[in-house]
């Protein structure tokens, strides 16, 4: 698995090199034109990106998460899902590195065989950060009216959420 | 909605941080202004002394010279959790001990008092830092995808100079024709989108986000109102935001080691599942909003 993804980008180098060369790109020149948007898109994204990063910030620092956890975790144990993936379904769609902190977190806690982990994992795999990716491809085009992206998105990770926990919970349950 | 949940994030910090600080400064929770009586066991030499509390004990060194004394002691494992937090909102700078004021050496009682710095409001000071230090953050974060950025951009622009673009594009038209009624056939943004989507498939991430973001400019291109999300952009959102992934992410599968292999089917089961969700209500919300 971890083979392949290595040998994947390399691979896609060489077949897109091998290819310009033999249609007479002139590619090094190409590639130095293609590169030069590079910078001034990364500029553009800095206001979008810290925007969201900030307000996420505030939020896991003032603790809320934890009383939103005691809040709902009624709710989670009427269908059965464990109260423990909380914070992971909260967090994943904010922020990548938070959720793989809360997951690291959860594997420490609970060992990487148990339920609540095989879950968590799943979910961090089967779901993306959706703020970030929001703000990150939207602030690239300058677009602040997002219109229907964000609740399709969010409901994508609620599907996802749901989904990685009642398909774990009877394959591994 | 974004304006909405942006700001409630916000809000909703501030006011669970002010009222966790209310909280503790009714109840006192960080012992403002207690005086610690703990009995020692030993001067090692004059400025060293090791102190009993609950079970454990730690050396601190006892500093003269500046008025009042003052204990230094160490930050490690062994102290309370709340000595801790009281150690990262005390007033010297000091990451590696504690800051105490010496009050008394009782010799007879082998008993030394002291008090800690007090600490008043650490989840508003602690959210503030958050801000500050995630808004540097962000600027190091755009900053680090710019060379990423250039190299995909780069590598794509070979591609598309080449005809290879066209190749990968013509293999999966049927499914982006689908998905993308309003985008012209030939349109270079269907060759991004592609390689934006084969790149999140294999889970390569980094490069999926470059790809990504070109796949956006070329959609600008074509959109009418050009402060407004059009519905090829919020498609192409619903499939990123929802991760169509066949192979698991590269730092799960650091995360996870060996383990991450028998989770390769729930995770395409729920990502397939996400996905055909988001992208049916994404076709019609399109459909709704016309």
Known sequence: MQAFSVFVIPLLILVILLHGLYHKVAVYEVFVEGAKDGFATAVRIIPYLVAILFAIAMFRASGAMESLGQLISPFFALLGIPTEIFPMAIIRPMTGSGSVGILAELIHNFGSESLVVKIAATMFGSTETTLYVLAVYFGSVSINKTRYALQVGLLADATGFLAATFICISLFG | ???????????????????????????????????????????????????????????????????????????????????????????????????????????????????????????????????????????????????????????????????????????????????????????????????????????????????????????QTLNQKKDQASDAMCMFLALNTSSVQLLPPVTLIALMGAGVSELILPIILATSTSTLVAVISARWLARRSR
């Open chain 2, 1 to 219: 909605m974004l304006n909405s949940i942006w700001a409630g994030l916000i809000i909703i910090s501030i006011v669970f941080a002010t009222g966790h600080d209310i909280h503790d400064e009714l109840n006192n929770s960080y012992n403002n202004g207690h005086i610690y009586h703990l009995p020692y066991s030993s001067l090692k030499d004059t400025t060293t002394i090791r102190l009993h509390h609950h079970g454990y004990y730690f050396d601190a060194q006892i500093e003269t010279g500046s008025e009042p004394d003052e204990l230094l002691i160490p930050i490690t494992e062994a102290l309370p959790d709340s000595w801790h937090i009281i150690a990262q909102h005390q007033t010297s700078a000091d990451t590696q001990q504690l800051r105490a004021t010496l009050l008394s050496i009782d010799r007879h009682q082998q008993q030394l008092s002291f008090i800690l710095p007090e600490v008043h409001w650490v989840k508003l000071h602690a959210i503030v830092n958050a801000a500050f230090d995630m808004a540097e953050f962000a600027v190091k974060l755009a900053i680090g995808l710019a060379g990423i950025m250039a190299l995909w951009l780069g590598l794509m622009q070979i591609a598309e100079k080449s005809g290879l673009m066209l190749i990968f594009v013509k293999a999966i038209y049927p499914l982006l024709r689908w998905l993308f009624p309003d985008i012209p056939k030939d349109h270079p943004a269907m060759g991004s989108i592609s390689l934006n989507m084969a790149a999140n498939i294999l889970g390569l991430g980094n490069a999926a986000t470059p790809l990504g973001i070109k796949a956006m400019q070329q959609l």
